[in-house]
């Protein structure tokens, strides 16, 4: 009786556990297409970063959804020069202000963050700030509870070092060591896809109203471009929008791109299509890094995903 019995406990446990293997399965499926499609290196970053640390960055970013690599090898690059820097505090010792390290962490923030969040294997026993694995892994998590995880990069960056100059001096190091996308296919009307990104919420009614444009979702910084030649109408601060830019074109059709992080253009300005605008962001009424992308041609607004279908291009990375 007792053989039987185990026999069948057994199969219920590996029944089990090829259930929760299935469910874990799907979960990072899930994951795995809704987070951040990370860039690949530009030659800038290629000939900048040494091999190792551009291996470090790209390991510990997926550590966090919605942080790129470049963004930790931005703050690698303006802390210590990815370690090359030679200074008291850098391989050994402290600076004046206490940091230590290629990362340049304070020690009890390194210890706080690494007993929060074990460092994978391959640093050192026990972590080091010192050392370039775990110091980039627990940046990773940092930048990553410092909001990040949120979408909100200028709060992390802030974090890690309190000051807007030195925000913006890592994201625009970010920029630079993010290869540039690859010339996007334009219509024969000469109409080209905003941004690389995942159509979420889409055009039509929701939630009682009426969403006027597509919501493609797509990691903070992600380049937005031109839809098509035109004249900037508005970039700037809007309502709910957070951040916009609005571009009419020869034809009548404005262009609307909102929740931006940051906009490279400004009002009057002539844009050819495909041409940098904006970066993807969070800002406004949003509740994830993601473009608003609207078309108001004469007649209204019109669903974007249908306008490029007819056009033979596809909106959706995801269709
Ligand atoms: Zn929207």
Redesign the pocket.
Known sequence: MLRPLLTAAVAVAFLLISLIAAAIGAVSALLGSGGPATSDPSPEALADIPADYLALYRRAAPLCPGLDWAVLAGIGKVETNHGRLDAPGVHSGENAAGAGGPMQFLQPTFAAITAKHPIPPGGGQPPSRYDPHDAIHAAAYYLCDSGARNGDLHAAIFAYNHADWYVNKVLAQAQRYRAAAATPPASADGWVLPVAGRCS?GFGPRYGQF?Q?Q?LAAPIGTPIVAAAEGTVLNAGPASGYGLWVRIQHPDGTISTY?HINTSHVTEGQHVTPGQPIAEVGNRGQSTGPHL?FQLDTREGPVDPVAFYEQKGLHLCANS
């Open positions: 919420s969403h444009g919501d909102g608003h």
